[in-house]
């Protein structure tokens, strides 16, 4: 029971630390702050759950999408890894969602899908991530599933409440904490990239 705790809590943090609703607040707040609370909460709702049905998707028929483009795990790990290396180092860099992910830009009232969906929510490094997560087909490994599958979902939770509670928490917090967060995140986020990194090299026989 101990380890499978600590199992979920790691799955938990690694998609906690890497779709990052710390960075999605702080843009959110900047890009919908002169919208009234009706525009908000149908941007939050599109945004939470486009962007989950996207990492459910992936999660769930990622590895079949992998076995028919004839791309091996250990690939999507080093070029997951590669990914999540420069979005690390832009979040440590900018303190912010970084731009190659979708920050900035101009603000629209249809935002709740593009970008806050996706790249922000479902970017390229939370697509990869979930797909390694699974660890395989669907099933292959019930628990982990389960726990990729519950922890992808609390997450979205998280943000829907960041989000409808976005200027409470950004006065509470204050915009440079949030950022100060985000460029801690961004390192762990860089670690991950080089575990993944040494993971696909222990698994082709470079390293042992």
């Known amino acids: 029971m101990g380890s499978e705790i600590l199992d979920f809590v790691s799955i938990f943090v690694r998609l906690f630390v890497v779709i990052d609703p710390f960075g999605s607040l702080v843009l959110f707040v900047a890009m919908t702050g002169s919208l009234d609370n009706r525009t908000r909460r149908v941007i939050t709702n599109d945004a939470v759950v486009y962007g989950g049905l996207i990492l ?6 990622g590895s079949y999408l992998l076995s028919f483009f004839g791309i091996s795990i250990e690939a999507l790990e ?7 290396l420069i979005m690390g180092i832009e979040m440590v860099r ?19 899908i593009v970008p806050f969906a996706t790249p922000f929510i479902a970017g390229p490094g939370a697509i990869s991530l979930v797909i ?7 099933f292959s490994n019930p628990v982990n599933d389960a726990f990729t599958i ?6 979205m939770l998280i943000i829907y409440i960041f989000f409808v509670f976005s200027s409470r928490i950004t006065r509470i917090l204050g915009e440079k904490v949030l950022k100060a967060l985000t460029r801690i995140f ?18 082709l026989g470079v390293l042992h």
């Open 94 to 112: 900018e303190g912010d969602r970084p731009k190659s992910m979708g920050g900035g830009g101009p603000v629209e009232t249809d935002i709740g």
């Open 78 to 84: 080093i070029a997951g890894g590669l990914i999540l």
């Open 56 to 61: 459910l998707f992936f999660a769930v028929f």
């Open 150 to 155: 519950l922890s992808l979902t609390l997450v």
């Open 132 to 138: 390694i997560l699974m660890k395989g087909q669907l």
């Open 186 to 203: 961004g390192l762990l986020v860089a670690g991950f990239a080089i575990q993944y990194f040494i993971n696909a090299m222990i698994a």
